[in-house]
């Protein structure tokens, strides 16, 4: 039986509308209960930030919790150098440069010494990535035909769809981190979310 292979290649290319922010708090101390004071003292801080910037103390939520132990290395051994508690947080909203620059200037007065990046991304990326893979199935479909016509020939039934899962990137290249961020407002249009994604069909020829 003669077939027809044909890989097909699906681009989307969308203006990010989503704003996420990770955060990242950490207590150490010596003393476990000390580390985790610190922790939850400036946990607390960061939540109120959130709520002076105009948002709900629950719209900061956790991503990750850990405590691990601290060592340094000295004259071949291990040193217990106490714990570091930490906290991961994540913050999401649409995109608005005005309450961005509004938050990045309460953050950039806060007292919670949290780490934070902060990424641009599309909402709604199940639609983001049904329209991906669309695409990929129309790029087949057309270069098969291109190909039959070509060769004077003409397409059958579908004999087989080939889809690998490919891991699709929802965020724009562009991120902020708190080290370059300061009072002064952003002014900042990030570039807009690309992926690229791939599926190989089969025909059979009549």
């Known amino acids: 039986m003669r077939i027809i ?18 955060f990242t708090v950490k207590g150490e101390d010596f ?3 000390e580390a985790m004071r610190k922790l939850n003292e400036r946990t607390a801080i ?16 956790t991503t990750n919790f850990s405590v691990d132990t601290k060592y340094s290395y ?8 106490g714990y570091v508690a930490k906290h991961d947080l994540k913050l999401e909203f649409d ?8 938050l990045l200037s309460i953050l950039s007065k806060s007292n919670s010494k949290a780490e934070y990046s902060i990424n641009f991304e599309v909402k709604d990326k199940e639609q983001f990535k049904k329209q991906l ?26 004999l087989n769809i080939i889809y690998d899962f490919s891991n699709v990137i929802y965020r724009s290249n562009v991120m902020l ?12 249009v ?11 069909m089969e025909w059979q020829i009549e």
Do not use: C
């Open 5 to 22: 292979r044909v890989k097909g290649t699906g681009t989307v290319s969308e203006t990010p509308n989503l704003i996420v922010i990770h």
């Open 31 to 33: 003393n476990y209960d």
């Open 46 to 61: 960061l939540r109120n930030d959130i709520i002076k910037a105009g948002f709900s103390g629950d719209d900061l939520k």
């Open 74 to 81: 000295h004259n071949n051994q291990n040193i217990f150098q």
């Open 95 to 102: 995109f608005n440069r005005i309450v961005l620059n509004n």
């Open 133 to 158: 893979l669309a695409n990929s199935v129309k790029d087949a479909m057309e270069k098969a035909e291109v190909i039959a016509q070509t060769a004077n020939v003409k397409l059958g039934n579908i």
């Open 177 to 188: 981190e708190n080290m370059i961020t300061s009072t002064k407002d952003v002014d900042i």
């Open 190 to 200: 990030p570039e807009d979310v690309e992926a690229t994604d791939y599926v190989t």
